[in-house]
């Protein structure tokens, strides 16, 4: 299994921006996807999470009303819509995919397969 993650780029404060991961391998109905950030000297943080079915999405509190997840199963994508992106947003985002039985999934350990990060740089 393979995530490639694409979408990120320069942008201002305020400015929207969605990033997408695309899966390939194993059929994607199989993984509950997730995205991750890594900020300048900072650990890794959860950002969003989203089922199977799609019917499932918690978000990191610091994205709460911001940034959209979804998925798109007939392209095998993960998307995040990043609304009024703040300089605070400044990171690597990273996808992941987890074969595990909950439908939410926040911890990093629980992710089993990891794509290549896309650095989305906010100035302000």
């Known amino acids: 299994v393979q995530l490639q993650a694409s979408g990120g780029g320069l942008v201002q404060t305020g400015d929207s921006l969605r990033l997408s991961c695309g899966v390939f391998g194993r059929s994607f109905k199989y993984y509950n996807m997730g995205w991750f950030r890594q900020g300048p000297g900072k650990e890794r943080e959860f950002v969003a999470t989203?089922?199977?079915?799609?019917?499932?999405?918690l978000y990191a509190e610091s994205v709460k009303g911001r940034f959209t997840i979804s998925r798109d199963s007939a392209k095998n994508t993960v998307y995040l819509q990043m609304n009024n992106v703040k300089p605070e947003d400044t990171a690597v985002y990273s996808c992941?995919?987890?074969?595990?039985?909950?439908?939410?999934?926040?911890?990093?350990?629980?992710?089993?397969?990891w794509g290549r990060g896309t650095q989305v740089t906010v100035s302000s």
């Open positions: 989203i089922s199977r079915s799609g019917e499932n999405v």
């Open positions: 992941a995919a987890s074969l595990g039985t909950l439908p939410i999934v926040v911890a990093e350990r629980e992710y089993d397969y």
